[in-house]
């Protein structure tokens, strides 16, 4: 037995090592260590043995698979390599070569305006903060005074991940969250922005599934509705790249500020169009809706562990997408998913855009 196990081996080995590719290699595989193989069919025969025999047996069968498993992993990987530099000298990219013309690529709207509110809310000192798409329920709902039986939440079209887990998990609705995330891991003063991706089960021409939003938070000593009304208006003059926009605070409720305000800017119509700028209430024009806004309210502060009385500030949220609607004049929210270069060239959007506050926003 252990001459024929022996021999058995050798064989095998030989014809390991004379396997020229990576498909006839494993053809060696399948006679000897498939379902009906050689070394499969030792194997059951050690079940029909007495305990004696299979204690003679076994250890040379074990072993002569164990070879056999070893060197065909061995043989695989040499031959793999070998495919592989193959495949580096035959394929070769010159890298200095033009793209075709039709895959020049283009900054998309969303990432143009995301660096837009970057670079603006760096010039008044804000950083740039980011928290995860995927949350739990407490830092998306609870911890910004959502409890969980108050109809914000039902609101909210929330997509709540499957499985059991310590807090149920969401997919971010909004990117207020990202206020919990800051102020629970850094220290005040805060002056942030976080824009991002966030997500409700919605879908028409004006809202998507997945979106975009950004957040404004600023926490310090002092700090009063007089300063977000300015921050709002400084960012808004600057975005629209006009100073003749107009704000107006209407009282509203979010139940993470207190008070709040939702923030309409001015527009008048120009040939059947609405541009930002000017208007309001005046004869040919109107507002409309932007922002969400408030001063943190006094719970929030609190469940981030800091202390309302010596720390407050404000906070807003407003949609990306709709900020680059209202700038660029897309009406229709779903071309921004589909990826369509035309769509982007349509709209004037280039892969050289750099905006800058210097050379202009969106310039
Ligand atoms: N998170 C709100 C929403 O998605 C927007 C919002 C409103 C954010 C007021 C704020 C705020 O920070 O103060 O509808």
Redesign the pocket.
Known sequence: MTTDLDQMQTDMLAAIDAASGLDALDAVRVQALGKTGVITTLLKSLGAMTPEERQAKGPAIHGLREAITAAIATRKAALERADLDARLARETIDMTLPAEPALVGSIHPVSQVMDELAEIFADLGFAVATGPEIEDDWHNFSA?NIPETHPARAM?DTFYLAGEHERPIVLR????PV?IRTMMTQAPPIRIIAPGR?YRSDSDATHTPMFH?V???VIDKGITLGHLKWTLETFLKAFFERDDVVLRLRP?Y?P??EP?A?VDVGFTVQNGKRVIGGGGDTENGGWMEV????M?HPKVIAACGLDPDEWQG??????IDRLAMLKYGMDDLRPFFDGDLRWMKHYGFSCLDVPTLSAGVGA
């Open positions: 910004l909210h609705t909004h990117t207020s206020q966030t939003q957040e404004g938070l509203s979010f993470f500020t709040s939702e922002l969400g806004s408030g943190v404000f906070a807003f949220g407003c949609g």
